[in-house]
Nanobody, 130 residues
Framework: QVQLVESGGGSVQAGGSLRLSCAASASAYSSRYMGWFRQDPGKEREGVAAIDSDGSTSYADSVKGRFTISKDNAKRTLYLQMNSLKPEDTAMYYC????????????????????????WGQGTQVTVSS
């Protein structure tokens, strides 16, 4: 059973915007933490943004002020609004979720790898051209 399905990726010019969506199963959406991660070939994986079940959020320094993570409980969907996109934002973006409570909360969640989580999706590609 597919638990997380990302969508909304695409190609955009620098300065543009995209909104990624992650449709979740009931079990995945009930997780304590949900977040977005990205990886481009030749670069390290990066935790982009995370949200706790109480609404608290964390962001990578590289996206602060440009990206916003949010949830729609009625739709069981996680979003990532990406504005002022830069070529260095080009990557495969993955949605992840995990029910395990972490000391340090969403900041720690963003430092972990996809394999550490109970749920992760197949990814959606974002390409930003200069």
């Amino acid at each position: 059973q597919v638990q997380l399905v990302e969508s909304g990726g695409g190609s955009v010019q620098a300065g543009g915007s995209l909104r990624l969506s992650c449709a979740a199963s009931a079990s995945a959406y009930s997780s304590r933490y949900m977040g977005w991660f990205r990886q481009d070939p030749g670069k390290e994986r990066e935790g982009v943004a995370a949200i706790d079940s109480d609404g608290s959020t964390s962001y990578a320094d590289s996206v602060k002020g440009r990206f916003t993570i949010s949830k729609d409980n009625a739709k069981r969907t996680l979003y990532l609004q990406m504005n002022s996109l830069k070529p260095e934002d080009t990557a495969m973006y993955y949605c992840a979720a995990d029910p395990y409570t972490r000391r340090g909360g969403t900041r720690v969640f963003l430092l972990e790898t996809l394999g550490d989580f109970a749920y992760w999706g197949q990814g959606t590609q974002v390409t930003v051209s200069s």
